[in-house]
T-cell receptor, first 113, second 113 residues
Framework: GENVEQHPSTLSVQEGDSAVIKCTYS??????FPWYKQELGKRPQLIID?????GEKKDQRIAVTLNKTAKHFSLHITETQPEDSAVYFC????????????FGTGTQLKVEL | DADVTQTPRNRITKTGKRIMLECSQT?????MYWYRQDPGLGLRLIYY???????NKGEISDGYSVSRQAQAKFSLSLESAIPNQTALYFC????????????FGPGTRLTVL
């Protein structure tokens, strides 16, 4: 099955700086790569996703890049704000399309004032 | 607003007891999932169901069973709870048909003593 590794496990940045979280996956058949944000005590929520026919996708201050050859994808957050502090999870679909996800172990992002 | 709900939100039980966690959704989604979240391990898939007659094991199904009573209801059972099943459990739903975003419930915190 699919295996997703996520780094770093914790990340601390100053407000206004950029943050990058990286994930690698093992199944070359994976074609859907979402990112979920989980604020403290809350449920995970989708913030951005990318499909394998696209190399990069942006939505305001967040972007995701995908390198299919190397089997890795990354989340980029620019101009970080305190409300970006949360746990971020990457996921990959494996060979079952986007309906069944394998999640990474999460990155605790702390944005310091 | 259409939502995913879970009951109970918190439960403390003893080793050997049978426990049922319930998930209901008013989103009209066909696909439902059960995950457990442990610190440092991310979200791991226990079981998933793509319609009422479809039940599939996830990566960590041992010690768990599920029932899809209706399109809107998906229950997770621990037949004989053990302490290492102490975790935060999330139910999630998705539309299917190429739309892969998963919508999570608020979670059930289960403690097995």
């Amino acid at each position: 099955g699919e295996n997703v590794e996520q780094h770093p496990s914790t990340l601390s940045v100053q407000e206004g700086d950029s943050a990058v979280i990286k994930c690698t996956y093992s199944d070359s058949a994976s074609n859907y790569f979402p990112w979920y944000k989980q604020e403290l005590g809350k449920r995970p929520q989708l913030i951005i996703d990318i499909r394998s026919n696209v190399g990069e996708k942006k939505d305001q201050r967040i972007a995701v890049t995908l390198n299919k050859t190397a089997k890795h994808f990354s989340l980029h957050i620019t101009e970080t704000q305190p409300e970006d502090s949360a746990v971020y999870f990457c996921a990959a679909s494996g060979s079952g399309g986007g309906n069944k996800l394998t999640f990474g172990t999460g990155t605790q992002l702390k944005v310091e004032l | 607003d259409a939502d995913v709900t879970q009951t109970p939100r918190n439960r403390i039980t003893k080793t050997g007891k049978r426990i049922m966690l319930e998930c209901s959704q008013t989103k009209g989604h066909d696909r439902m999932y059960w995950y457990r979240q442990d610190p440092g391990l991310g979200l791991r898939l226990i079981y998933y169901s793509f319609d009422v007659k479809d039940i599939n094991k996830g990566e960590i199904s041992d010690g768990y069973s599920v029932s899809r009573q209706a399109q809107a209801k998906f229950s997770l059972s621990l037949e004989s709870a053990i302490p290492n099943q102490t975790a935060l459990y999330f139910c999630a739903t998705s539309v299917g048909g190429g739309l892969y975003e998963q919508f999570f419930g608020p979670g059930t915190r289960l403690t097995v003593l």
